[in-house]
């Protein structure tokens, strides 16, 4: 082939790149998809630069590789599908997690739901998955100083809501065996 890899692959690109794409969303119900298959065909094409026919043999070739990606993407559709479903059920059966009505729910997790996101986050990374104010900082992304500030405020507002709500919870709530 004597060609560099490069320009063998922009060869092969730009003659072949409008056919495989019109493969592709004829084949694919969303555009995203579509893309999907024409950047992994492509990015075959490119690592198997060498094993790429020459001529029109090269479309050819990408059309097969692109039929072979489209087979691995929807099984692999299948396969999020399956556990997406199974994961449902599972939430759904789970007492914690499942949709409770309005009279299942505790005061006080009335007044934690009605804290907002990023209080209700931090209080229970605390209290629900046992994080400290070091672990919380590399969930967050945010210094280990800043969750100490934000944790107490949250902390703050949540007994506020709570001493509203006519909860006494005397300076500390603890759920599942940790204190907030």
């Known amino acids: 082939m004597g060609r560099d890899p490069e320009s063998r692959f922009v060869e092969v690109y730009e003659s072949a790149?409008?056919?495989?794409?019109?493969?592709?969303?004829?084949?694919c119900p969303d555009p995203d998809d579509a893309a999907d298959v024409v950047a992994e065909t492509f990015m075959i094409a490119w690592?198997?630069?060498?094993?790429?026919?020459?001529?029109d043999d090269a479309r050819l070739w990408l059309f097969g590789v692109a039929r072979r990606v489209l087979a691995n993407h929807r099984r692999g559709e299948r396969r999020h599908e399956q556990r997406t479903a199974a994961l449902c059920e599972q939430l759904a059966a789970s007492p914690v997690l499942g949709e409770p009505s309005a009279e299942d729910y505790s005061q006080v997790g009335k007044v934690l739901r009605g804290l907002s996101d990023d209080d209700r986050e931090l209080l229970t990374l605390v209290a629900w998955e046992s994080?400290?104010?070091?672990?919380?900082?590399?969930?967050?992304?945010?210094?280990?100083?800043?969750?100490?500030?934000r944790l107490y405020r949250a902390r703050r507002r949540f007994a506020r809501d709570l001493a509203k709500a006519g909860i006494n919870c005397s300076g500390s709530v603890v759920i599942e065996g940790n204190t907030l």
């Open 131 to 149: 994080l400290g104010t070091r672990e919380i900082a590399r969930v967050l992304g945010i210094s280990r100083n800043a969750v100490a500030v």
């Open 17 to 27: 790149y409008g056919p495989i794409l019109g493969y592709a969303l004829r084949r």
């Open 47 to 55: 690592r198997r630069i060498d094993e790429v026919p020459l001529g």
